[in-house]
């Protein structure tokens, strides 16, 4: 047996079960999406459920505002973990403590947090008590708005909390083990800091940078939880409102909800594919 | 590719059934001498999947249904949580379709309405079977309120639970007078912005509550009854957008968003942030208080216009393969002793299934002598203003209705 062919054979029960319970619901759900759904009656396949849910405005402008949840979620989490990574890799006191407490939400669960930011913000939280307490606002409606809004701040507040250790830790680890040997040779050949930074460390920490911001874009695109606890009713994020169309009680709505949740599944393979060649470039460096 | 992924999820389904006595076929059961089947059901389990939001209900089924099932019959009753009963007969559904014909996850549904038609509609209940359960006698079957779900009929394919009517709760410390009916809840609502909003549809409760204002846009009930009619759920709907749409700006939130689940509106109550909740189960205003989520200056009350009451029922899929001991469950839910359990006020305070009057003396004396919780409208007092559901065809009509022109 090779040494390919004996791998192959290791890894077969894994495979097996991604294989059979992933693409076989994947297949199901291509199947119903495309109307073929024998059990009640559906046997002839047609694109009528693509035709609807794209014509629709509700997908539509559902699909803009799921947009705009993962866009400003993955830059806002990149953009304070690269930054935190910078400061966390300097030498300091109590340097350990802030690490340890900058990684400890990674162990806390989506819905916890959810749950967390629905009691510290919603309008009738504990930060609208303390502005009642400290006669700011008279009634709960005064307090802003952050909880079911149309802007979606608590889906992004949760997601920011949640993902900005994810990504820190991967990009501090990335810079530990690039090390400040580039940075000092640039600054010794006259480079200021944020030269050094953005010409020097930068572009090395990209890849990683890059490829963990796709996964966090990939799951807050297709995540159902968190929008479903903190989320608006209209417009509801694409994997609310594919989720509600599958309990919608008439059966023939079925293949609408999977066209949409074929679409969600698109968007991830785009997304998987932008990160395989992010994670190549890093691999090939 | 796709016989071979069949076989091999029938396979992994049903391999643990194999276990056990496998009660799978129905046709076998009906009729059958009750002892029998309890013997067929003994050691095994039975799979209930119900909606899971309410801790009392949830510790009454799992603990006090749970405890008889298995002290008296060697029966374990796994209770399955949903936060929508669709997803069960998706489940159902699923299975149908990957040719599960004797090996289904769930064995029994707490259902009625749309799902229950949604059921029937494609095949997904075993019926016929309710002669057969020893408790069947305490159901009335020839009032029409039971043998109807939402004007389907039952046809011997589910068994009735509890009966439940709508009602509002305020906070008396808060609320002065409540608006006693449609048209004043709108008055009030035009008075006191921002203090009333609901779930929206589909959300059960919500759907109901925009119900009461269809009726009352269409000038009452009368003329929806039957099956569904375009051009008169057309007139009706016109008028129910307008009022619904005129409010809007007075709501939490100035109607920008709704509350998405009961829970979500319950929430808000609780909060002060709106002034009236309701539910279609008004044992559950009690439950807030007992268990400290309202103060005990809530009350509930029904509405002089009428509020619209239901019955619930439990089904078992066509596909269940422990229909013995499904058939044992749902009997000992009929019992007199467990719907009288289910009535007390500190355990849930539910309006029985069955007729009270056929039980046994002594659970009639019990059933006499329950103290309602205040907090909770008095059954009877609800009744004498009850209206009825609507067939599911309305009732989803109004759903859709109201998504593409109010809720959007």
């Known amino acids: 047996m090779s040494e390919s062919l004996k791998t192959f054979v290791r890894l077969a029960p894994t495979l097996a079960v991604i294989g059979l319970l992933f693409f076989g619901g994947l297949i199901m759900g291509l199947m119903r999406s495309v109307n073929y759904m024998p059990v009640i009656g559906l046997t002839e396949p047609n694109l009528d459920a693509y035709r609807a849910v794209l014509s629709d405005p509700d997908f539509l402008r559902s699909f803009g505002l799921t947009l705009h949840i993962s866009l400003t979620s993955t830059i806002l989490s990149a953009v304070l973990a690269v930054g935190s990574a910078l400061l966390l890799r300097r030498s300091f006191a109590g340097r350990r403590l802030a690490t340890f407490l900058f990684q400890l939400n990674l162990t806390v669960p989506h819905l916890v947090g959810a749950i967390g930011i629905l009691y510290l913000f919603s309008q009738s939280g504990s930060f609208a008590r303390l502005a009642h307490a400290a006669a700011l606002i008279d009634r709960p409606a005064d307090f802003p708005a952050l909880i079911y809004d149309p802007y979606a701040i608590g889906i992004i507040l949760q997601y920011v909390w949640k993902e900005v250790p994810f990504i820190g830790v991967i990009v501090l680890a990335n810079m530990q083990a690039i090390g400040q040997d580039y940075e000092a040779v640039a600054r010794s050949l006259g480079a200021t800091r944020w030269q050094a930074i953005r010409h020097v460390l930068l572009p090395q920490i990209w890849p990683g940078v890059l490829s963990a911001s796709v996964i966090v874009f990939a799951f807050t695109f297709g995540a159902y939880e968190i929008p479903a606890l903190l989320g608006a009713s209209y417009p509801a994020a694409l994997p609310v409102l594919a989720y509600r169309s599958y309990t919608d009680v008439d059966l023939a709505s079925r293949p609408e909800a999977m066209a949409m949740a074929m679409v969600i599944a698109l968007m991830s393979a785009v997304m998987i594919l932008i990160y395989t060649r992010a994670a190549r470039r890093r691999g090939g460096r | ?388 559901e609507l067939q599911a065809g309305w009732i989803s009509a109004i759903e859709q209705g109201w998504i593409e022109n109010v809720g959007r």
């Open chain 2, 1 to 388: 590719m796709r016989p071979t992924a069949i076989a091999l999820l029938t396979l992994s389904l049903s391999s643990p059934a194999l276990v056990l006595a496998d009660t799978s076929d129905g046709s076998a059961l009906i009729g059958q001498d009750w002892d029998t089947i309890v013997e067929m059901a003994r050691g095994g389990e039975v799979n209930w999947f119900m909606w899971g939001g309410s801790d009392t209900i949830n510790r009454y089924v799992s603990d006090y249904v749970g405890g008889v099932l298995m002290d008296d019959y060697g029966i374990t009753l796994n209770r399955i949580g949903l936060t929508d009963t669709t997803e069960a007969i998706n489940i159902v559904l699923g299975e149908k379709e990957a040719g599960v014909t004797d090996a289904g996850a769930v064995d029994m549904i707490w259902i009625n309405g749309e799902n229950f038609r949604t059921m029937k509609q494609a095949d997904l209940a075993w019926c016929g079977y309710t002669e057969t359960l020893p408790n069947n006698v305490l159901i009335d079957w020839t009032n029409p309120a039971i043998a109807n779900d939402f004007g389907v009929p039952v046809d011997g394919c589910e068994v009735p639970w509890n009966r439940a009517q709508f009602a509002f709760a305020y906070d008396t410390a808060r609320t002065e007078t409540p608006p006693r009916s449609i048209p004043e809840l709108l008055d009030w609502i035009k008075a006191n912005p921002g203090q009333f909003t609901y779930p929206a549809p589909p959300d059960f409760n919500g759907a109901v509550f925009v119900r009461h204002v269809f009726y009352h846009a269409a000038g009452g009930v009368e003329g929806l009854l039957g099956d569904f009619d375009q051009a008169r759920y057309d007139a009706a709907a016109a008028a129910t957008w307008d009022i619904l749409n005129e409010i809007e700006p007075l709501l939490w939130r100035e109607g920008a968003t709704y509350p998405t689940s009961i829970t979500q509106l319950n929430g808000l109550f609780a909060n002060q942030e709106v002034a009236f909740t309701f539910d279609y189960d008004p044992s559950q205003f009690g439950l807030g208080v007992q268990s400290g989520q309202y103060p005990e200056t809530v009350m509930s009350y029904g509405l002089t216009d009428g509020t619209i009451g239901n019955t619930n029922y439990t089904i078992i899929p066509f596909n269940s393969p422990n229909k013995a001991a499904a058939l044992v469950l749902q009997n000992v839910l009929l019992s007199a002793e467990a719907q009288l359990e289910k009535a007390l006020p500190e355990v849930w305070g539910t309006v029985p299934g069955i007729e009270v009057d056929r039980t046994p003396a002594e659970i009639q004396a019990a059933f006499a002598g329950i103290e309602r919780h205040p907090s909770v409208v008095d059954p009877a007092e609800l009744a004498q203003n009850a209206l009825p």
